[in-house]
């Protein structure tokens, strides 16, 4: 169904305005123009069924568009139909943090030891207590390290141990996409640089020298838990495998050219952090055991804590940046608080969709994950644009979503269109969203959702080649073409 302007009510205006009567007779009325009511522009309004064909996207597009102050539905179509949302996914995930943690939550990592501390050694353990902190980098690590130092702690007797049980592990975010992307890391209580680890070859006389670390900024800790080796042969261009708590990938000699780096997937997280924890230590004097993996802390006495930025900085970065593993552990953090316990990160989505449903009117949610990776999660268009009506008045979300840049034929950004657009972007292989709030030239809001997947074509990808697919690129930038075309359209029909 189409709210609005139909096809064949666009074509008949357009033929009107063009057709005339040739005759020979004189005119029998004044030849001044007539003037045009002041919205006469708006019947040249290209209507969403030219937009949508001329994307030519195949598979399906949804939308629907809305007054924010009332809810009515302005224009839409298949505006029931669930759909993949991609990364759109987040801007629920975001709510629902917030809802359930407050916008000045702070997560927290801790380092605990269990015996007693007499002149600088501990009689016992050493715990590094993962508190779901997405953001925890290697910097920060060696703040906790340099804060030990300074409560002059020079040695540990006991053991290692790293806590990572206060959300359930898993070891990728989606298992259909390829090993080696860094977008779908491990997932537990515990991160370190988002999960990932970097890679860097350089040529080196008849070889190649490679690294493995765990750099920031400050920082390039070499690591023990991820290892690379170079193969002889061309494709495919990484392998995993993983044995004793290291991942172990190998690379194709063919494939590396002269250098180059990229982050990998870190697929053990609590070891991945003891490993650069135990060399952070290692720099200040003390010397760590090897790390063992524990769910829970034992009881003892906190020494260090590194407490992240609070939650609305945390969740701004990650609608901007679109990180999913910041998605997965808020989202699983929200449940926690919600309910008391989180079976699986698909158990904790699917506890957020019935809250997005009941809470924010969001129906037809279906959600595996928190981020969107997951191509089986669904939602609609009007489902999501209920979410947004009902968050409008508390300006709690838009101030956090990033402002979506209009563009001309050639890609350029356009810095005084007329319409401004604070939203979410989605993009899976052959899956485009936009949802959001945009801002037309006389002042008026609309909220609108945009879905598009031609799953048909998704399908037939195999997980090896879902990295970058023949002829995703220029799918995508027609979806995000026909996106805008929308977005002009109803600002020309409802905000001019």
């Known amino acids: 169904m189409v709210r609005g302007f139909s096809r064949r009510l666009f074509m008949g205006l357009l033929g009107a305005g063009v057709a005339q009567t040739v005759s020979a007779a004189p005119p029998t009325a004044s030849l001044r123009p007539v003037a045009r009511g002041a919205d006469h522009f708006k019947k040249a309004v290209a209507g969403p069924e030219a937009i949508v064909a001329k994307a030519n996207l195949g598979g399906r597009v949804v939308f629907a568009v809305a007054d924010p102050r009332t809810g009515q539905i302005l224009e839409g179509v298949n505006t029931k139909v669930g759909t993949p949302p991609a990364s759109v996914a ?6 629902y943090a917030l809802n359930a943690l407050g916008p000045s939550h702070r997560f927290e990592t801790r380092v605990m030891v269990t015996g007693a501390v007499s002149n600088g050694v501990v009689s016992g353990d050493l715990v590094l207590v993962g508190g779901g902190d997405p953001t925890l980098d290697t910097n920060m690590l060696a703040a906790l390290a340099q804060a030990l130092k300074n409560k002059g702690i020079r040695e540990v007797r006991g053991g290692f141990m790293v806590a990572e049980g206060l959300l359930p592990y898993a070891k990728t975010i989606d298992r259909d996409q390829p090993d080696h992307v860094g977008y779908s890391p491990a997932v537990s209580g515990i991160a370190l640089n988002y999960n990932r680890v970097h890679f860097e070859w350089k040529r080196s006389g008849g070889g190649y020298g490679v690294t493995m670390d765990a750099r920031s900024d400050r920082y390039r800790p070499a690591v023990y838990t991820s290892k690379m080796q170079i193969a002889d042969r061309s494709l495919p261009v990484y392998s995993y495998s993983e044995s004793g708590g290291v991942d172990r990938w190998t690379v194709a000699r063919g494939a590396l050219g002269n250098g180059g780096a990229r982050w990998l997937p870190v697929r053990n997280p609590a070891l991945y952090a003891g490993d650069v924890f135990q060399t952070l230590m290692r720099a200040q004097g003390i010397v760590l055991k090897p790390p063992k993996v524990v769910k829970r802390a034992p009881g003892g006495t906190v020494l260090a804590v590194h407490q992240s930025d609070e939650l609305r900085v945390i969740l701004r970065d990650m609608l901007r940046f679109s990180t999913n593993l910041t998605a997965e552990m808020v989202g699983m953090a929200a449940t926690l608080r919600r309910t008391g316990k989180v ?3 698909k158990a904790s989505a699917g506890e957020m969709s019935r809250w997005a449903a009941s809470a924010l009117g969001a129906q037809g949610t279906r959600l595996v994950d928190h981020s969107g990776l997951g191509g089986d999660s669904k939602m609609t268009a009007e489902g999501m644009v209920q979410a947004l009506v009902k968050v409008h008045g508390n300006r709690g979300l838009r101030p956090i979503l990033k402002p979506f840049a209009m563009r001309d034929a050639k890609r350029k950004v356009i810095k005084t ?21 945009m801002t037309a030239r006389d002042g008026r809001e609309l909220a609108f959702a945009i879905f598009c997947a031609d799953e ?21 930038r027609r979806a995000k073409a026909m996106q805008q075309a929308l977005i002009e359209r109803w600002g020309a029909l409802y905000g001019s």
């Open 90 to 95: 987040k801007a629920v995930t975001a709510l």
């Open 343 to 345: 079976a699986s990160l």
């Open 417 to 437: 269109h007329p319409i401004e657009v604070h939203a979410k972007t989605g993009t899976l292989n052959f899956v485009s969203g936009l949802a959001g709030y």
């Open 456 to 476: 048909r074509t998704r399908s037939r990808i195999s997980k090896a080649n879902r990295e970058a697919p023949q002829g995703a690129r220029g799918w995508n």
